[in-house]
């Protein structure tokens, strides 16, 4: 299935989580322990990685808790995995664009530097988000066309034919 395959979507999932909780504590330190400069000015910004990581932990976690969860896998929705890995990508965008339009107007000190790691690991896990969107757009369409999830072994089986060769 190559580079889009839905088999790496746990790994990738534990390290949007570490990301999110990096760009979270990132927010936390920056707005709480470091002391802002005289005259900087408070804007959403500022709290918008808090916001979007929290979002962006529980999204994380419906996903895990619903795939790999039997007591919770009625829930699980490759449509709504779909919608909300797609969402992510924009979210974790706008959140780069904000820190950036904010970083521009001003920044100074301690502040800047951490405002700008929170930036640049939004960055990458809006691009991370990418990836799991793709993915999450090829699972769905698959198990629309075909009725059998993407990678199960029912999957495998219809790939190949009776020589055990692939029908490609």
């Avoid at 990738?12 to 005289?38: D, T, Y």
């Avoid at 959403?44 to 916001?51: D, E, H, P, Q, V």
């Avoid at 919608?83 to 979210?91: A, H, P, R, T």
């Avoid at 990836?131 to 072994?153: C, H, L, N, Q």
Wanted: proline share 2%; charged share 15%; glycine share 8%.
């Amino acid at each position: 299935m190559g580079f889009f395959s839905n088999r790496y979507m746990f790994a990738v999932h534990m390290i949007q989580i570490a990301l999110v909780l990096g760009a979270i504590g990132g927010s936390v330190v920056r707005l709480l322990i470091v002391k802002a400069p005289a005259g900087a000015p408070r804007s959403r910004a500022n709290t918008m990685a808090l916001g979007m990581g929290a979002k962006s932990l529980i999204i994380i976690l419906y996903q895990v808790i619903t795939e790999h969860s039997a007591k919770f896998r009625k829930w699980h929705s490759l449509k709504a995995c779909m919608i909300l890995n797609s969402l992510e990508v924009v979210f974790w965008a706008a959140v780069v664009f904000l820190m950036i339009q904010a970083n521009l107007n001003f920044c100074v000190g301690t502040n800047c530097t951490i405002s700008w790691v929170v930036c640049v690991v939004a960055g990458i896990l809006s691009t991370v988000a990418s990836w799991t969107a793709v993915v999450s757009i090829m699972d769905f369409r698959y198990f629309k066309a075909t009725g059998v999830p993407r990678g199960s072994e029912v999957a495998i089986k219809n790939e190949h034919n009776e020589d055990g060769r692939s029908f490609q």
